[in-house]
């Protein structure tokens, strides 16, 4: 990790909106350099979407190589490289020992703290932000600023009206477009927009999609885990698990493959994934086993007898292959490795895990600040980004927290 050295006599103030992974390391790094930090956050207290993160283990980072963790970010790898080269996922976990929260790896490769718990890391990292004399204002929501060659106009709602303050410096850390109710609520884009920034439409990342069910699959297996399928779709293909709603799928394998059939929902209007119900099998193990006499069992009695289909997995095949294709044991081991799920549309993206899209990088310098409004900079989920999960995402936000943090040092010193 390398560091930039503030040593600037006269005391310079920085704003940073949004108390999330990539504004408190945006902290840390100017408040360890002598640097005024103030954070302002809109909530009632601070990253709230990183301990909702942690509710069911916190993935923090992940233990593959660099080259790989790198590649996960797409077609914005070489963006996210350059935050990633100064601070790797193993500076994170070093950084997380800092803080006496030792972590782990899992048998995916994922990195968890040891305790899983978001909240013990959050605790101590906020109080050594404190000791270091970073300032946190809460229920203050920035509705707009002003950039120009000195001071930065920042005003905010609060609880009785507006409140307006100047810093010389501001790194917006705002936060994606999901789960508003934690804080990132996406309003940013309108003024922002306004402001001459160019924005990449926010659209939902790591989401579910649509299905149009029929009635009777909808009441029948909402709610149900499909585990031990194969997905495909374009160039992904991939094992795991995923589950049934009323509206239509979600769940990790979804997930590992939402980006793609996002992309071609919004061009083309419609995206057509195929599951492989019995990887386990090939089609000809299959063929075998279906072309037994079915003598007086029905065909889901036949189809669990002899491949092991049965529950939600029948009633997918019964959703999707047309009935008379089920009078063919050559069709119907076909489809048991081939069952087409159409999908509709992608979920609402208040209800993803993440955000694509954001401030575009062309109207951004190498440090992450505006181009067009000098001294502000921006970090973490607000960018034009996005990663899977698997402790991706984190891991990039407070990197680029970083980044912006060490900009803005050089900015100040110039």
């Given at each position: 990790?390398s560091?930039?050295?503030y040593n600037?006599?006269?005391?310079?103030?920085?704003?940073?909106?949004?108390?999330?992974?990539?504004?408190?390391?945006?902290?840390?790094?100017?408040?360890?350099?002598?640097?005024?930090?103030d954070?302002?956050?809109?909530?009632?207290?601070?990253?709230?979407?990183?301990?909702?993160?942690?509710?069911?283990?916190?993935n923090?980072?992940?233990?593959?190589?660099?080259?790989?963790?790198?590649?996960?970010?797409?077609?914005?790898?070489?963006?996210?490289g350059?935050?990633?080269?100064?601070?790797?996922?193993?500076d994170?976990?070093?950084?997380?020992?800092?803080?006496?929260v030792e972590?782990?790896?899992?048998?995916?490769?994922r990195?968890?703290?040891?305790?899983?718990?978001?909240?013990?890391?959050?605790?101590?990292?906020?109080?050594r932000?404190?000791?270091?004399?970073v300032?946190?204002?809460?229920?203050?929501?920035?509705v707009?600023?002003?950039?120009g060659?000195?001071?930065?106009?920042?005003?905010?709602?609060?609880?009785?009206?507006?409140?307006n303050?100047?810093a010389?410096a501001?790194?917006?850390?705002l936060?994606?477009?999901?789960?508003?109710?934690?804080?990132?609520?996406?309003?940013?884009?309108?003024?922002?927009?306004?402001?001459?920034?160019?924005?990449?439409?926010?659209?939902?990342?790591?989401?579910?999609?649509?299905?149009?069910?029929?009635?009777?699959?909808r009441e029948?297996?909402?709610?149900?885990?499909?585990?031990?399928?194969?997905?495909?779709?374009?160039g992904?293909?991939?094992?795991?698990?995923?589950?049934?709603?009323?509206?239509?799928?979600?769940?990790?394998?979804?997930?590992?493959?939402?980006?793609?059939?996002?992309?071609?929902?919004?061009?083309?209007?419609?995206?057509?994934?195929?599951?492989?119900?019995?990887?386990?099998?090939?089609?000809?193990?299959?063929?075998e086993?279906?072309?037994?006499?079915?003598?007086?069992?029905?065909m889901?009695?036949?189809?669990?007898?002899?491949?092991?289909?049965?529950?939600?997995?029948?009633?997918l095949?019964?959703?999707f292959?047309?009935?008379?294709e089920?009078s063919?044991?050559?069709?119907l081991?076909?489809?048991?490795?081939?069952?087409?799920?159409?999908?509709?549309a992608?979920?609402?993206?208040?209800?993803?895990?993440?955000?694509a899209?954001?401030?575009?990088?062309?109207?951004?310098?190498?440090?992450?600040?505006?181009?067009?409004?000098?001294?502000?900079?921006?970090?973490?989920?607000?960018?034009?980004?996005?990663?899977p999960?698997?402790?991706?995402?984190?891991?990039?936000?407070?990197?680029?927290?970083?980044?912006?943090?060490?900009?803005?040092?050089?900015?100040?010193?110039?």
């Amino acid at each position: 990790m390398s560091m930039v050295t503030y040593n600037e006599r006269m005391t310079k103030t920085v704003a940073i909106i949004g108390g999330g992974p990539a504004g408190l390391m945006a902290a840390e790094v100017l408040s360890g350099q002598g640097v005024q930090v103030d954070v302002y956050d809109a909530m009632p207290s601070l990253g709230r979407k990183f301990l909702m993160a942690g509710k069911s283990g916190l993935n923090i980072t992940h233990s593959e190589s660099l080259d790989t963790f790198v590649s996960r970010y797409g077609n914005r790898k070489q963006e996210v490289g350059k935050w990633l080269l100064d601070f790797t996922p193993d500076d994170l976990r070093e950084w997380a020992r800092g803080l006496g929260v030792e972590t782990f790896v899992g048998t995916s490769g994922r990195v968890f703290p040891k305790e899983m718990k978001a909240s013990p890391l959050l605790r101590m990292w906020l109080k050594r932000l404190d000791e270091a004399g970073v300032k946190v204002h809460l229920r203050h929501k920035l509705v707009g600023l002003t950039g120009g060659t000195g001071r930065i106009g920042l005003e905010f709602a609060i609880e009785d009206g507006v409140k307006n303050i100047e810093a010389d410096a501001v790194i917006l850390a705002l936060g994606g477009g999901s789960w508003a109710r934690l804080g990132s609520s996406g309003e940013w884009v309108r003024w922002l927009s306004k402001a001459g920034v160019k924005v990449e439409a926010l659209k939902p990342s790591n989401c579910g999609f649509d299905v149009a069910w029929s009635p009777f699959f909808r009441e029948k297996f909402d709610g149900h885990p499909i585990k031990s399928v194969v997905l495909s779709f374009g160039g992904v293909r991939q094992q795991g698990e995923f589950i049934v709603t009323k509206e239509g799928v979600e769940g990790s394998l979804i997930y590992a493959a939402s980006a793609l059939m996002r992309d071609e929902i919004l061009a083309g209007g419609k995206a057509m994934m195929q599951l492989d119900l019995a990887p386990d099998k090939t089609e000809a193990q299959l063929l075998e086993r279906l072309s037994k006499p079915r003598g007086s069992r029905t065909m889901a009695s036949h189809l669990e007898k002899t491949v092991g289909i049965k529950g939600v997995k029948a009633g997918l095949l019964r959703e999707f292959v047309p009935k008379d294709e089920f009078s063919s044991a050559e069709r119907l081991a076909f489809y048991i490795k081939h069952v087409p799920v159409p999908l509709v549309a992608p979920r609402p993206l208040d209800e993803a895990i993440s955000t694509a899209g954001g401030v575009m990088f062309e109207s951004l310098d190498e440090n992450l600040m505006v181009k067009n409004l000098p001294g502000v900079f921006c970090a973490g989920e607000m960018l034009d980004w996005e990663a899977p999960t698997g402790g991706y995402l984190i891991t990039a936000c407070m990197a680029s927290g970083r980044w912006a943090g060490t900009g803005l040092l050089r900015w100040l010193a110039k």
